[in-house]
T-cell receptor, first 114, second 108 residues
Framework: DAMVIQNPRYQVTQFGKPVTLSCSQT?????MYWYQQKSSQAPKLLFH???????NEADTPDNFQSRRPNTSFCFLDIRSPGLGDAAMYLC?????????????FGSGTQLSVL | RKEVEQDPGPFNVPEGATVAFNCTYS??????FFWYRQDCRKEPKLLMS???SGNEDGRFTAQLNRASQYISLLIRDSKLSDSATYLC?????????FGTGTRLQVFP
């Protein structure tokens, strides 16, 4: 049974048209992460929530925003997608973000920008 | 210098071969270390954690050398199903830093 669910699996949007990716979890984990992974590159952390506390990475563009309305759901909003934002977007959770905790990943959303 | 560096490969090996991957990290204060496996267009999945004393899980052996700041993964008796990208992952402060991965292709 999927524990971290991302929808949709594939998303196509137009240049400049806002898009929202969603993630939900049934694990009741405190921490939720959004990673961006471009082809043949490492997953890159965009931001994460510890409960309701939002932590933005210093080099995450302002074009990327996130919302976590409750424990189970987290959204990634791309306000004006550019061609360079085409990537796999991975949502992950961990219980408390402790040093040895594993991450539970969703299956990702592959975003294409036309 | 990248925080986590890996040889991208690909490593092309026959079934039954033993193959080893290395990874180096730059932050000496890093706390935890992992190997993740990622299949094409799929999410990363935890393969194993890496402990200071070294650890083994079936055909997979992980080693950590803190003095030299590198981590290794050894795969014995390679199977076709081992073909994937292997990501070295290091936890520093409160976040995981991923390497770009080493691609392994096992052929019959």
């Amino acid at each position: 049974d999927a524990m971290v669910i991302q929808n949709p699996r594939y998303q196509v949007t137009q240049f400049g048209k806002p898009v929202t990716l969603s993630c939900s979890q049934t694990l009741n984990h405190n921490v939720m992460y959004w990673y961006q992974q471009k082809s043949s590159q490492a997953p890159k952390l965009l931001f994460h929530y510890y409960d309701k506390d939002f932590n933005n990475e210093a080099d995450t563009p302002d074009n990327f925003q996130s919302r976590r309305p409750n424990t189970s759901f987290c959204f990634l909003d791309i306000r004006s997608p550019g061609l360079g934002d085409a990537a796999m977007y991975l949502c992950a959770t961990s219980r408390d973000g402790g040093p040895s905790e594993k991450l539970f990943f969703g299956s990702g959303t592959q975003l294409s920008v036309l | 210098r990248k925080e986590v560096e890996q040889d991208p490969g690909p490593f092309n090996v026959p079934e039954g071969a033993t193959v080893a991957f290395n990874c180096t990290y730059s932050n000496s204060a890093s706390q935890s270390f992992f190997w993740y496996r990622q299949d094409c267009r799929k999410e990363p999945k935890l393969l194993m954690s890496v402990y200071s004393s070294g650890n083994e899980d079936g055909r997979f052996t992980a080693q950590l050398n803190r003095a030299s700041q590198y981590i290794s993964l050894l795969i014995r008796d390679s199977k076709l199903s081992d073909s994937a990208t292997y990501l070295c992952v290091v936890k520093s402060t409160d976040k995981l830093i991923f390497g770009t991965g080493t691609r392994l292709q096992v052929f019959p």
